[in-house]
């Protein structure tokens, strides 16, 4: 996920759903993993990597 991130600027839980084929239930505690990592940034709907 996080390297899908990384080559997309920015993207909804719906579309990671959709690229990636993760239940969307899974992909909610990754993104929590990633941001409080510092990994993954939230903008509204969206995320997106920040440069790590």
Known sequence: MYFYLRSCES???DDLHESLGM???????VLDSLRGRGLVARDGQSFRATAA
């Open 11 to 13: 993207a909804t839980v």
């Open 23 to 29: 239940k969307k239930i899974t992909i909610y505690p």
